[in-house]
């Protein structure tokens, strides 16, 4: 359980990711519970599996109650479950005691976020929020569940060094010039440059994305231990904040995706929207296809420049959910 670190809070979905009134399943430290949102906004989870034979609630589709509230009904023989897990059994017309025992959410603005039930050790970020009130929400992109552990998928992400092996394709980058590190405990920002090398007129012209790529992209990481990751990105025609949220699914696998949010200098941003979703996708994607393709048992014998972030990640894994020495800024 120690690594997935329990007490720490974890960014299940942003509202726009649940459908009204469509189960979906999520997996936190091991278990599945299926989340639903109502008609009227609001968030309910239960353990996934139907306390009759065990089928997946969130097979199944959900029912709207008088007052907009809904519940879950199970696909095997349709017993239908409220927020609180109880049931009305067939020929009975009363309700029973709540059958399932529902996941505590915390819910913030657009943002569920959970304790998978654990004693809470660490606070939630309110980054997000102050991110959404400034930022309009672009989208969510490159929702998936990677074979590894939350340390190794923790570790790729504060990697200043795999840019331009990992990332090279589509990316091209050249090089990646490391600036600075502040650490501030659970909290730290990373500012690095990555030159790219020039795409050919004609392959862009194939391609216009290609347009959007910057000759030299300038990356400032801010990092909020260990959920969160948010790349910040300065374009001639407006900011962006892509947002990386990891969740421990189970204790070798990981699951990540992207809330990008968006602030238009120029009307024309907003036209880019889904080239850079498209982006983060292919970002993504070049990361979960590494880690399956790397031994994560392997002692380190060779250390290279820069890899203050991932002294940073092992430091506050290890100390969790106390800041530990020494400070790594630099
Ligand atoms: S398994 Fe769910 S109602 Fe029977
Ligand atoms: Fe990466």
Same mark, same amino acid.
């Given at each position: 359980m120690?690594s ?16 009204v ?30 306390p ?6 969130s097979e ?11 519940t879950?009904?199970c696909p095997?023989?349709a ?8 049931t009305?059994l ?19 603005g ?7 039930g ?9 980054v997000?929020?102050?991110i ?8 969510h992109?490159?929702? &998936?569940?990677?074979?590894?552990? +939350? %340390?190794?998928?923790?570790l790729?992400? !504060?990697?200043y =060094? /795999? ?11 050249t ?7 502040i ?22 012209? &194939?391609?216009?994305?290609?347009? +959007? %790529? ?5 990356? !400032?990481?801010? =990092? /909020? ?11 001639p ?6 947002c ?7 204790k070798?696998?990981?699951r ?8 238009a ?5 907003k036209?880019?929207?889904?080239t ?20 994560p ?24 959910p ?9």
């Open positions: 120690q997935m670190l329990p007490g720490a809070p974890w960014l299940l979905a942003h509202k726009s990711m649940l459908a009134n469509r189960p979906r399943k999520i997996s936190l430290f091991g278990d599945d519970y299926v989340l639903w949102k109502d008609a009227i906004g609001e968030i309910h989870a239960l353990p996934n599996a139907c009759h034979m065990g089928a997946m609630l199944g589709w959900c029912e709207v109650q008088s007052d907009g509230a809904s879950v009904i095997f023989h017993l239908k479950f409220d927020r609180e897990g109880r009305v067939p020929g009975s017309n009363k309700q029973t005691l709540p059958q399932l025992k529902p996941l505590k959410l915390e819910i913030q657009d943002f569920i976020w959970s304790y998978g654990y004693e809470p050790k660490s606070p939630i970020p309110t997000l929020n102050a959404a009130n400034h930022y309009y929400f672009i989208g992109t490159a929702d &998936r569940s990677v074979e590894t552990d +939350l %340390l190794t998928m923790l790729n992400m !504060h990697d =060094n /795999h840019q331009n092996g990992t990332h090279r394709d589509l990316f091209k980058i090089d990646v010039e490391f600036h600075q590190f650490d501030d405990g659970h909290h730290s920002h990373a500012f690095y440059d990555m030159p790219t090398a020039p795409y050919r007129l004609v392959e862009k012209f &194939r391609k216009p994305d290609l347009f +959007l %790529l910057p000759s030299t992209i300038r990356a !400032h990481l801010e =990092n /909020h231990f260990p959920s969160l990751v948010i790349f910040h990105g300065e374009m025609l407006g900011k962006a904040a892509q990386h949220i990891f969740v421990p699914e189970a070798n696998r990981t990540t995706y992207i809330l990008l949010f968006g602030q200098k120029h009307p024309a941003f036209m880019f929207g889904s850079y979703l498209k982006f983060g996708k292919v970002v993504v994607d070049q990361d979960a296809d590494i880690l399956g393709k790397i031994y048992d392997t002692p380190q014998k060779i250390k290279l420049n820069n890899e203050v972030g991932m002294d940073w990640v092992r430091r506050n894994f290890e100390s969790f106390h800041v530990a020495e020494p400070n790594l800024s630099r």
